[in-house]
Every structure is written in structure tokens, then in C-alpha cells.
């Protein structure tokens, strides 16, 4: 089993940035790659970022591209996501989700976070 935990969320003015977390472990094959998703009330979740252990290029979405960063650290089984020019459109709920190849939707992921919500206002 792996255990993902998210944090680093909260709520700031349209502008701002903030730096989400997930902590992966045990490191495995499982988390070879690391994808954060977002779901808004109403909403399809929605692929952000994918990252391969730190190997190739990284995906953004369109709505982020730009403005988000996602990383690993390895030695500390940790990706960040960095969330730059945020707008209230970006307001959702933010998950990791970690599975041996990197898919395309919500389905391709076997294991999950909780879940840290972001809020930004106008």
C-alpha cells in the first residue's frame, strides 16, 4: 500500500502563490509517477500536473501552464506544486495521486491523498 499526504493549502487573494506537498510512502515503483488533480464543486476532477520521478518533461494543462511548477525531491519522497498568478478559477479541492506510469485520467491512478483545498479570492 502506498499512503499519500497532501498539504500546503489554504486561501489567498487572486495573485498570490502557495506550495502544496505530497508526502509518498513507502517509495516505490507505485510512485513512479506522481500526478496532481483538481476538482471543483460541480466538476470533473482535472489532471494539473504530472511529473516521472524527475525523468522527462513534466506535464502542465493548459489552465496552469506558466503559472505552475511541479517538483520532487526523492531523497524526501515529496512532489511540491508550485502555484504562482493564482485566480479564482484555481479554487478546488487538490489531490496527488501516484501510479507506476503516468495517465491521463483520474481512472489511471491507483492511490489517492485526501486532499488539501485552495481558495482564492477576487
Known amino acids: 500500500q502506498v499512503r499519500l499526504v497532501e498539504s500546503g493549502g489554504g486561501s489567498v487573494q487572486a495573485g498570490g502563490s502557495l506550495r502544496l506537498s505530497c508526502a509518498a510512502s513507502?517509495?516505490?515503483?507505485?510512485?513512479?509517477?506522481i500526478a496532481w488533480f483538481r476538482q471543483a464543486p460541480g466538476r470533473e476532477r482535472e489532471r494539473v500536473a504530472t511529473?516521472?520521478?524527475?525523468?522527462?518533461?513534466?506535464y502542465y494543462s493548459d489552465s496552469v501552464q506558466g503559472r505552475f511548477t511541479i517538483s520532487r525531491d526523492n531523497a524526501k519522497n515529496t512532489v511540491f506544486l508550485q502555484m504562482n498568478g493564482l485566480t479564482p478559477e484555481d479554487t478546488a479541492m487538490y489531490y496527488c495521486?501516484?501510479?507506476?506510469?503516468?495517465?491521463?485520467?483520474?481512472?489511471?491512478?491507483?492511490?489517492w491523498g485526501q486532499g488539501t483545498q485552495v481558495t482564492v479570492s477576487s
Open positions: 511529473e516521472y520521478r524527475g525523468v522527462g518533461p513534466a
Open positions: 513507502p517509495s516505490s515503483v507505485t510512485t513512479n509517477c
Open positions: 495521486a501516484a501510479h507506476p506510469s503516468c495517465g491521463r485520467r483520474p481512472s489511471d491512478f491507483d492511490f
